[in-house]
């Protein structure tokens, strides 16, 4: 697979993926400064880039990053997709990212 995969993930799985980029999915919980919080199945932190699309609380929104050692994850492009947005449907993603890995990411070497 390529060396630019972005496995969907959710609070649960950020840390299997230590120093490599994800993408995740989550309800914005609060912005503080350059710094996020959202809820993803559980909470984490997002560590915000000059030019953020995150700005309102509330919002739904996918953030592609890379995960830091303290399992916050750093911001390097994200999307709104707004209030009203099915979030189980996001997490029946997330589970088949992982359910079927190899359809959609390597496993870390």
Known sequence: MSDHQTPR????????????NVRIAGKVLQIHGNSATIDAQGTVAIQLDAGTHIKTVGNV????GKVNGDQSIKE????DFGPNVELSAIEAV???THTY???FYDAKQ
């Not at 993930?9 to 490599?20: E, H, L, P, R, W």
């Open 9 to 20: 993930v959710n609070a649960s799985y950020v840390s299997n993926f230590t120093g490599q």
């Open 61 to 64: 929104v996918e953030v592609i």
């Open 76 to 79: 390097l492009f994200s999307s």
């Open 94 to 96: 997330v589970q088949a």
């Open 101 to 103: 890995r190899e359809l």
